[in-house]
């Protein structure tokens, strides 16, 4: 198997890994905040995967439509990470001081 | 040359943009925008009408390397559903929010909203759909809050990080169609794609993540707070629209991507889910104390009707049973977006003229505006699938199939559903009874109110006629 | 979070997943002769107007993705404004805190310059500079600046509209002129990207900025402590392991 | 231009739009809302007599829309639709007048007249659907034009008696729905024809058909009030008094009725249905019905509710006639939708008329109501001895013909029933007619009001109120008089059995 392809999967594993152990935590943890690290983890996992397929050895110049598709992908996992903890400051300024 | 395709898209972008720069006019240029927005769907709609197949490469550099916009029976009939509510939302919504803090808030999300929906419609790039969706849920999320209530943010929240999850499942069914077939065209995709494992994989992905956008049973749970929580017009959006956008991409990937590749047994795990949402939706909607919470619960159930197609689609080799099966389940799904469009509105209404929508204390609001009630009454009618709705031809349709093919146990899930879509629908129309003094005339605020009339209208009386011409639409007059 | 059944059950289904996800993704990717779209968007470069690969694509082959990413960005913004006024201002930076930051800023804002222009043909570009812009923004509001030395609301609108808007309209106008949407003339192609990268860096620079305040820049009561938000939780049906007490 | 292809459509706007308009009329507006009305019920009368005319001459109004494959709306005007169609037209007519005077400033007017056109708009639906999904459809419709009118009144009990009905109508409808599905996925569309359509099907379906039967048979039997089916009618006695005599004479129970008796004779075709054993079945039931509505009847009190039993039991005598194979029991049972019709809309006139003049609500407060209004206990008189079939009123002609043609198929047992019902019919009618006409009426009634200072006719009541039952009670006696005569329902009739039987 060539080094390319290796490399591939290798990177490729651990961004599958990560993005399971994102939904975990995503589906265990009620705090917001540790919902959106999840979150952002499990994009991270699917970026990883992206720019491993974007890898075409040491020679070759790497495909730049994975490339873009992460960059793109992390401004919109931004965008969305920024809207949820605003929504979390919302309901922090009214929550009932219980404890 | 102008390009209606990209117009669509086009136009509500500007419009929020403009209204963003300039707040205080958000209610003219909304306006504005939203007549040029249905305006140019109408004309891609009526492109696909004349037998044309509108089709524009983004950038000029064509599939694979560009991003492509295209327009077939499938996509012109949710469009034009789509941009019709939408134009009736945006003027219901000059009434509803007059000029309050919450309507410049309104406005240019609510356009945001819009330009994604016609996108999801018209986009035939997997990744470029992945984008929409984001814009989609963000702007969908933002509008549910504005209702200012915790409840509201609190569903608001939830609706956007479930929408997250499913967005970041759907990326990684994107990533993985990349790696395996080297596009991200859905033509291309399509062509390439061979039964197998790397192939149920992508499609699980692609197609689970978009059932959590749709709510299908058990993935329902947001939905409710969420729909019932938002100010009437947005609910309107979210229930008839933006569920049926995630709807109709599972659908095209159903019969594109997926053609030949999902198994009966996937069709039929589906339609199963489909049965209890019916089922479960329609019960909590019966048992439900609050309009709009009922009406929430009954997308929940209506949805449900939409994936009881799927097992006969699986089960029916392509032909006219197939044809006339896709074209009753379209048919169902732009039925509901318009009368559920209305109810939302119609509630909004009455919510607004009571203070409150306890299904209990209606009676006097229902009775002092006769053609809100009417337009619940209608919207009802559509809901049940009662004649002339066009529900009702569509059940006719699935249920006939579902005998012929043998699978009569859909035959009770339908006929209970309908029973206690009835017993809701009626529960609430039975407060429209009382001996309230009469109301003077028919129409009181003609601005809010006519929308949710003609919305109701539409679903009840008009899509049973309008059958006919969605088969020409969809290229399925057989 | 307590360990039960139904947590061992999402746990020991996730493995399951993953193992059968690895094993696809090598079918996949062994399974797939070729480069994938790679031959083809470089050896286009030379007609996209820029010489960088990815700059190529992201403003080019697939400029609609970023337009519409610009949007979502404009709806977080929205949203943001939507959900309330932003939170009051950090105290004001002590005199070495403030003088640092009197150096990072216009360092930032130098080298956001310079990676907007180097996107053209090296690693950069409208995002990398946009968000260098934000960083100087947030820099700016962690040492006490209200707005995080923003302009006014009106100012501030039409700086977040500004990237998507220039953006809509190059598109509309070569449609227009009877080219299609988003289809540059190469003669000019590395101009409007040019043009439309500016636009994007300063939207996309004030809206990271504007979106850390949380809010249009008013005065707020309420003290500022960045940890409260541990405290709201979001129960999903899985999660009802540890609801809130 | 042939504008034949457009008659049946005509005829059923002529009611529909009226109906639509006056939903956005003001309350006030009277007048306006009045001329509407009469336009649309004068309107449909002359269409409808240019259809007799026409089909009289074998013209074949057809129009059809297709929906989806397969999926056609078929307005076709033969001999048994044109029947059903006279008759809920010229008892529109009269209800309506009756109605404007009945409910003269009563609150929500242009909502129940609304609702009031579109039901009969749906009852002419009915009557002229020429397949099995457009019946459905319309008969649907029906219900949902019906619920507010029994609705209307607001009050506690109409909203139970609306649930009531809504309950039983729904289900029903449910069940038609499963039906028509079921029959038309084995066979294709399912076209009215006469004679049948479906003797000629594989014999390997005839185990579906039977079922199917009684499927339909149970959706239909909740509007037509087969027994036990029936629970919602005495119910429903809570909706204002030309509701009830619309939805009894004319537009629910002739529905269902009417709907049985298409598909005996048009969808399974008789000979096909006695063959498979359907028709004993459906006699029985008839029977069972027709005894027990009369057995009912005997031991109310309030009026309108012994009323209502004895239409349970009346109308069945359609259904009894569809089930008896022979053209001549045929004929009594087709000649009863008209009769039935007319006596019983008599009928509940005069109920209304004593309720709202004099308060007289139960048969026990009737004494003397003869003395004081001679006229309307007069049609009384003549339609409760029509019902019990005393000549020359037309009930007489539909027993006899019913008698006859069970002698001619060989079940003489029906004879027995019907001797028996008649019976029951005098025991439950005759009391009423001798407490009115030969009881001395009480001191003061329990509750008179003359009319609020409404123009009084001959010091009875308002002549809006008491035409309309004098003009029915008339029909019933020509009916019975003039039964040789050409274009009389019993001619009618006859034509149509000729045609059904192809001779």
């Known amino acids: 198997m060539s080094e390319a392809v290796l490399t591939q999967i290798l990177y490729g594993g651990v961004g599958i890994l990560l993005f399971l152990l994102g939904v975990w935590s995503f589906l265990i943890h009620a705090p917001l905040l540790r919902k959106l690290i999840a979150l952002n983890v499990m994009g991270a996992g699917v970026f990883h995967l992206l720019v491993a397929v974007a890898y075409r050895g040491l020679q070759a110049p790497p495909d730049p439509v994975p490339h873009a598709l992460v960059l793109t992908g992390i401004v919109v996992a931004v965008s969305a990470t920024a809207l949820a903890l605003a929504f979390g400051r919302r309901l922090e300024r009214e929550e009932p001081d219980d404890d | 040359m102008i390009d209606p395709l990209a117009l669509a898209v086009a136009l509500p972008l500007l419009g929020a943009l403009a209204i963003t720069m300039l707040p205080s006019a958000a209610r003219t240029l909304g306006l504005l925008a939203a007549l040029a927005t249905t305006a140019a769907a109408l004309w891609v709609t009526l492109l696909v009408w004349g037998g044309g197949a509108p089709r524009s490469e983004l950038g000029g550099w064509g599939t694979p390397l560009g991003i492509a916009l295209r327009a077939d029976g499938l996509a012109a009939a949710l469009l034009t559903m789509a941009n019709v509510v939408g134009l009736a939302v945006s003027v219901h919504a000059t009434g509803y ?375 020409v639409l969809l290229g399925t007059g057989g | 979070m307590k360990s039960n059944p139904q947590t061992f059950l999402i746990a020991l289904l996730l493995a399951l997943v993953g193992v059968l996800l690895a094993w696809v993704f090598f079918g996949a990717l062994t399974g797939y002769q070729g480069d994938r779209l790679a031959t083809l968007a470089l050896s286009r470069v030379p007609d996209s107007g820029v010489s960088h690969p990815v700059t190529s694509v992201l403003l080019n082959y697939r400029a609609h993705d970023t337009l519409m990413e610009l949007a979502v960005l404009l709806a977080a913004l929205l949203g943001i404004w939507s959900l309330g006024p932003a939170a009051a201002p950090y105290q004001p930076a002590s005199l070495v805190l403030a003088s640092l930051v009197g150096w990072v800023v216009p360092m930032l804002i130098l080298v956001g310059g310079y990676l907007l222009w180097a996107g053209g043909h090296a690693p950069g570009g409208a995002f990398q500079a946009g968000a260098l812009l934000g960083a100087a923004g947030v820099t700016l509001a962690l040492s006490g600046k209200a707005n995080a030395g923003l302009p006014g609301e009106p100012g501030l609108r039409v700086l977040a509209a500004l990237g998507a808007l220039i953006f809509a309209l190059v598109g509309l106008a070569l449609m227009g002129l009877g080219r299609g949407f988003l289809t540059y003339p190469p003669a000019i192609a590395k101009w409007l990207i040019l043009l439309i990268e500016t636009g994007a860096t300063l939207s996309i620079g004030a809206t990271l900025a504007a979106a850390f305040l949380g809010g249009l820049p008013v005065a707020c009561a309420h003290p500022r402590t960045p940890f409260t938000l541990l405290r709201i939780r979001i129960v999903l049906p899985v999660a009802r392991a540890d609801t809130r007490t | 231009m042939n504008l034949d292809p457009y008659l049946p459509l005509a005829i059923l706007l002529s009611s529909a739009l009226p109906g639509t308009l006056i939903f956005f009329l003001r309350e006030e507006s009277h007048r306006l809302r009045t001329t509407l009305n009469m336009a649309g019920a004068l309107v449909k009368l002359a269409l409808v007599a240019w259809m007799i005319w026409g089909v009289f001459h074998e013209h074949v109004y057809a129009s059809r829309l297709q929906l989806l494959p397969g999926l056609d709306l078929v307005l076709r005007a033969d001999a048994l639709a044109v029947l059903f169609v006279a008759l809920s037209t010229v008892l529109w007519l009269v209800t309506t007048i009756y109605a404007i005077g009945y409910l003269e400033d009563s609150p929500h007017r242009s909502r129940f007249f609304g609702f009031f056109s579109l039901c009969v708009s749906a009852t002419v639906g009915i009557a002229l659907s020429g397949n099995l999904l457009t019946f459905v459809v319309f008969y649907e419709i029906l219900t949902l034009a019906t619920y507010p009118l029994v609705a209307h009144r607001g009050t506690p009990d109409a909203d139970d008696g609306a649930r009531v009905y ?215 008189t003549v339609g409760a001895l029509g019902m019990i079939g005393i000549p020359p009123v037309a009930g007489f002609v539909t027993k006899w013909y019913l008698g006859v043609g069970a002698a001619a198929a060989g079940t003489g047992w029906v004879i027995l029933v019907l001797v028996a019902s008649s019976l029951l019919n005098a025991a439950y009618f005759l009391p009423i007619l001798y407490r009115a006409w030969f009881l001395p009426p009480p001191a003061r009634w329990p509750d008179e009001h003359v009319g609020g200072g409404r123009p009084m006719f001959m010091g009875e009541t308002s002549p809006a109120l008491l035409w309309p039952p004098l003009v029915t009670a008339l029909l019933s006696l020509l009916a019975g008089l003039l039964a040789a005569a050409p274009f009389s329902p019993l001619e009618w009739a006859t034509l149509i059995a000729n045609r059904e039987y192809g001779r």
């Open chain 2, 97 to 471: 929010f007059g000029a309050t803090a919450a309507s410049r808030h309104f406005w240019p999300l609510w356009l945001l909203l819009w330009t994604a929906l016609n996108g999801l419609f018209l986009a035939a790039d997997l990744f470029h759909l992945y984008v929409m969706l984001e814009l989609m849920g963000l702007s969908a999320a933002a509008l549910g809050a504005l209702s200012g209530t915790r409840e509201a943010a609190q569903a608001s929240l939830r609706y956007l990080l479930v929408g997250l999850l499913g967005s970041m499942t759907y990326l990684l069914g994107v990533a993985l169609v990349y790696t395996a077939y080297g596009s991200l065209d859905l033509a291309l995709v399509a062509g390439a794609m061979t039964p197998g494992p790397v192939a149920w994989a992508a499609g699980a992905l692609l197609i689970g993540a978009l059932l959590l956008k749709s709510a299908l049973f058990p993935m329902h749970f947001w939905l409710p707070p969420a729909h019932a929580n938002a100010p009437a017009p947005v609910s309107a959006v979210l229930s008839a629209l933006v569920v049926k956008a995630a709807v109709y991409l599972v659908l095209r990937f159903w019969l594109e991507l997926c053609d030949g590749i999902a198994t009966e047994a996937a069709g039929l795990l589906l339609g199963m889910l489909g049965a209890a949402a019916v089922l479960w939706g329609s019960w909590r909607a019966l048992r439900a104390e609050r309009l709009k919470l009922l009406a929430a619960y009954s997308t929940v159930a209506q949805i449900g009707y939409l994936f009881l197609f799927f097992p006969l689609l699986a089960a029916t080799p392509a032909g006219p049973e197939r044809d006339q099966l896709i074209t009753a389940l379209v048919l169902l799904a732009l039925t509901h977006g318009f009368a559920k469009a209305g109810f939302f509105l119609a509630a909004g209404l009455v919510q607004k003229s009571t203070g409150h929508d306890r299904i209990r204390e209606l009676g006097g609001a229902a009775q002092s505006l006769p053609a809100v009630t009417f337009a619940l009454g209608l919207a009802g009618v559509a809901l049940i699938g009662l004649p002339p709705s066009g529900t009702f031809f569509a059940k006719w349709v699935l249920l006939a199939r579902a005998i012929t093919l043998g699978q009569w146990w859909w035959v009770p899930v339908v006929m209970v559903g309908t029973l206690l879509a009835a017993g809701y629908v009626f529960r609430v129309l039975a407060r429209a009874f009382t001996r309230e003094p009469t109301p003077r005339c028919f129409v009181t605020d003609a601005r809010t109110e006519v929308p949710a009339l003609l919305l109701a209208i539409l679903a009840a009386l008009g899509m049973g006629l309008a059958a006919h011409p969605l088969t």
């Open chain 4, 166 to 380: 809504l309950v039983y109508t729904m289900v029903g409808g449910a069940l038609l729905f499963v039906g028509a599905v079921w029959l038309q996925s084995l066979v294709g569309p399912v076209d009215f024809t006469q004679g049948g359509m479906l003797g000629s099907a594989p014999a390997g379906l005839h185990g579906q058909f039977v079922v199917i039967f009684f499927v339909l048979l149970a959706g239909l039997g909740v509007k037509a009030a087969l027994v036990p089916l029936h629970g919602w009618l005495p119910q429903a006695m809570v909706a204002p008094a030309p509701v009830s005599a619309l939805l009894h004479a004319v537009a629910v129970v002739k529905a269902g009725a009417f709907g049985i008796v298409r598909v005996v004779y048009d969808v399974y075709g008789v000979e096909f249905a006695h063959r498979l054993g359907l028709l004993t079945a459906l006699s029985v039931l008839a029977c069972v019905t027709i005894l027990y509505g009369s057995l009912m009847a005997l031991s109310q009190d309030g009026l309108k509710k012994r009323l209502a039993y004895s239409t349970v039991s009346q109308v069945s005598y359609i259904a009894l006639g569809a089930s008896v194979l022979g053209p001549i029991a045929t004929i009594g049972g087709l000649v009863h939708l008209v009769h039935q019709g007319i006596m019983k809309i008599t009928l509940f006139f005069c109920a209304g008329n004593y309720a709202e003049t004099l308060g007289v609500h139960k048969v026990s407060e009737m004494n003397g109501v003869g003395r004081r209004m001679p006229w309307t206990t007069l049609a009384f």
